[in-house]
């Protein structure tokens, strides 16, 4: 059995990647924004904002992204919504990643300690000035290390898109490997490609941790 | 009227009444220094006179100005009131400066360059010009503390509030501290002071609280307190706390 790797498949799955690499940026911009107003919502507000959340925060937790990329798409078409293919996966995605987020903002806002609340309230800020100056620029730090995994993870995630006829990388790669049945190289030209763009964010993200340390805070690598 | 009235502060956590009836005033320039054995609603008191606590009962009025009325700014008022904690309670992620400038730039509206002078001003005031640029994981506690003065004075607070400031430090750290504190009850600084440091409390003082329970026991010139109390569970405080931590503070 010999290996035959061509060429002429960079450019389409060029177009793939190029998909893919928009589409994870556009989600998880949108789940880091959604999610941050989800982890303040769940730590400072109490009554049906915070049932509201929290219930958001477990349904989209709890349940396979796959079902809610497909309730999205085909569910929401048969109540005759009906979304393209990308806008479906830029919703699912980024609703999902929201939840994930969340718990991670939640995570590090609790992981500032109370005495810095008590000292920035004692100088006269309102809440959301200690929230926005005191408390986000630590937690922020701190929630860095996980929330690049979930970055890398969302990354990897958005190959499910596919499935809703998305030609992104994984979509492209599936188009030339049903055309000429050369399944093994081209799904390992797109694995490679895949791991590349991780190793490259995952690089970009601790050099920029780097950047914002600050002594005392977190923990040193 | 005084700087400070307080009147029949309550507050209770769960079951345990912390604070069962406090009343005192503070005149302007006035220092006075709380002692009493821990857990006996010390800092509760402190943390309700900004309401960083909200008390259950009970009046407080800040240069006239009522701080419990539903209808007061409580930020306003909190802006004029200095804060030092015992374990400093610097903000993290900022440098001294920083520390010092967050305040005057997010609260009194003061333009950048202004408050940098102003923080400048301040670190310098307290011995740490030089010290402008370090992250407080940088700092000895000392310094840390005296940072977070310079963090309050730069607010130009009418009055400051002290919660133990030196129980957090080290022995040989202590000093410094309290060497700062002199100086600004010297400079006429209003001051409300919960303290260990018998030393400070009886050169410094105007007069002294002893609490314990939840009220006050007695108060009085610390000449008084200190060689001729009227209760004798003061005097019995007093020698005991002498003995442990020493008088030279």
């Not at chain 1, 349904?59 to 009906?82: C, D, K, N, S, Y």
């Not at chain 2, 509760?44 to 701080?67: A, K």
């Not at chain 2, 260990?196 to 609280?209: C, K, L, N, P, T």
């Not at chain 2, 007695?218 to 060689?227: M, Y």
Request: glycine letters at 8%.
């Amino acid at each position: 059995m010999e290996l035959i790797f061509k060429w002429e498949w960079l450019p389409e799955l060029g177009r793939g990647l190029v998909l893919t690499v928009e589409l994870t940026a556009a989600c998880i911009s949108m789940g880091a924004v959604l999610g941050l107003f989800l982890a303040i919502a769940r730590l400072y507000a109490r009554g049906p904002i915070y049932w509201l959340a929290s219930a958001y925060v477990q349904f989209f937790r709890g349940t396979p992204l796959l079902v809610q990329l497909f309730m999205i798409h085909f569910g929401l078409a048969g109540w005759g919504i009906r979304l393209s293919p990308l806008f479906s996966g830029i919703i699912a995605m980024g609703l999902n990643t929201a939840a994930y987020q969340a718990e991670y903002f939640r995570g590090a806002i609790q992981a500032v300690k109370r005495g810095q609340t008590l000292a920035a309230l004692s100088l006269g800020m309102t809440r959301w000035q200690t929230i926005r100056h005191v408390i986000l620029p630590q937690a922020l730090r701190l929630v860095l290390p996980s929330w690049s995994n979930e970055l890398v993870y969302m990354l990897k995630y958005t190959s499910i898109v596919y499935l809703i006829g998305l030609p992104d990388l994984m979509g492209m790669g599936r188009t030339i490997a049903s055309d000429n049945f050369r399944f093994f190289e081209v799904y390992a030209v797109v694995a490679l490609i895949y791991l590349a763009l991780v190793l490259i964010i995952t690089f970009a993200l601790r050099s920029v941790e780097a950047r914002i340390r600050v002594p005392g805070l977190g923990t040193a690598r | 009227m005084a700087l400070l009235v307080v009147e029949d502060l309550h507050k209770r956590y769960g079951k345990e009444e912390v604070l069962k009836g406090v009343s005192f005033t503070l005149e302007r320039g006035e220092t006075k220094v709380i002692i009493g054995p821990s857990g006996t609603g010390k800092s509760t008191l402190l943390r309700c006179i900004n309401r960083l606590t909200e008390p259950d009962r009970g009046r407080i009025w800040l240069n006239g100005e009522e701080v419990t009325s539903r209808r007061t700014n409580i930020y306003r008022i909190r802006a004029q009131i200095g804060f030092v904690f015992q374990d400093f309670n610097l903000f993290t992620h900022l440098t001294a400066l920083d520390n010092v400038r967050l305040g005057l730039i997010r609260v009194k509206r003061m333009d950048k360059r202004a408050a940098t002078e102003r923080a400048k001003r301040e670190l310098e005031r307290v011995g740490l010009a030089d010290k402008a640029n370090a992250y407080p994981a940088q700092l000895s506690g000392g310094q840390q503390q005296r940072v977070s003065i310079a963090r309050a004075l730069a607010m130009d607070p009418k009055l400051i509030l002290f919660d133990e400031p030196t129980s957090a430090l080290d022995p040989e750290l202590i000093g410094e501290v309290l060497q700062v504190m002199i100086e600004l009850a010297e400079g006429g600084m209003t001051m409300l002071v919960v303290t260990h440091e018998m030393g400070f409390a009886r050169s410094v003082a105007d007069e002294i609280i002893f609490m314990e329970k939840g009220v006050i026991v007695e108060q009085g010139p610390p000449e008084v307190l200190f060689t001729n109390p009227r209760v004798p569970r003061t005097a019995e405080f007093l020698r005991k706390i002498t003995e442990f931590y020493g008088e030279s503070g």
